[in-house]
């Protein structure tokens, strides 16, 4: 009965280092998703599935990469992190794309 | 894109008092969500609304699609504690992408 499953639930990390969040869903989804929660700004869409094999960009893409590794996972990866990119990220899952989503436990990562 | 505008950004009401939520778009959308997150807590999904002129309610929650579809409201009557967190609507935006509103955050004074 786990749902979404986001790992880590923190993470700090130093300006300019690397780091892939992970996600998993074990829901037989099709789309997935990976937003951030900044404060006063609501859920901001980073990049989506759609299905398994693609990916696109959302909202705010820039400094973020995607992987869609399965139909059950789903890492975004940071290459080189900044300041501005700390946040709580929130993974979730849909069996499509405009229907209830599902959500990880969050990411609160912080950059420094 | 599309976007999901939401007012207000922040509401403070006393226990026992009703509070709104207010969803715009600027476009027709097919359906919109409302999800709840409580304070440290992740977005949990409360309802679907897709008809023109919908209304659901859920306990002391009111939910309503307007007529254009451009719009929705989430109505809680007489707040309890445990109402407190930020609540979200959310639509398509094309694409198979779901976007969210800004939210609203609910505190309430016991």
């Known amino acids: 009965n786990a749902g979404v499953t986001q790992t880590p639930k923190f993470q700090v990390l130093k300006t300019g280092q690397s780091m892939t969040l992970q996600c998993a869903q074990d829901m037989n989804h099709n789309s997935m998703y990976w937003y951030r929660q900044d404060p006063g700004m609501g859920l901001r869409l980073i990049y989506y599935?759609?299905?398994?094999?693609?990916?696109d960009k959302g909202e705010v893409p820039n400094g973020y990469n995607v992987s869609r590794l399965n139909k059950r996972e789903f890492s975004l990866r940071l290459e080189s992190a900044a300041p501005s990119q700390t946040s709580v990220y929130f993974c979730a899952s849909s069996v499509g794309g405009y229907t209830e989503a599902f959500f990880g436990q969050g990411t609160r990562l912080t950059v420094v | 894109g599309q976007q999901v505008m939401q007012i207000p950004q922040y509401q403070h009401v006393q226990e026992g008092e009703d509070f709104t939520t207010y969803c715009n778009s600027s476009?027709?959308?097919?359906?919109i969500q409302w999800y709840k997150q409580r304070p440290g807590g992740h977005p949990v999904f409360l309802i679907q609304?897709?008809?023109?002129?919908e209304v659901k309610k859920q306990k002391r929650l009111t939910f309503q699609f307007g007529e254009a579809k451009k719009n929705s409201s989430l109505h809680i009557t007489a707040t309890q504690t445990t109402d407190v967190g930020t609540y979200f609507c959310a639509g398509p935006g094309g694409a198979q992408k779901l976007v969210f509103g800004q939210g609203t955050r609910l505190t309430i004074n016991p």
């Open positions: 476009t027709t959308l097919s359906n």
């Open positions: 599935s759609a299905s398994e094999g693609t990916t």
């Open positions: 609304l897709v008809k023109s002129g």
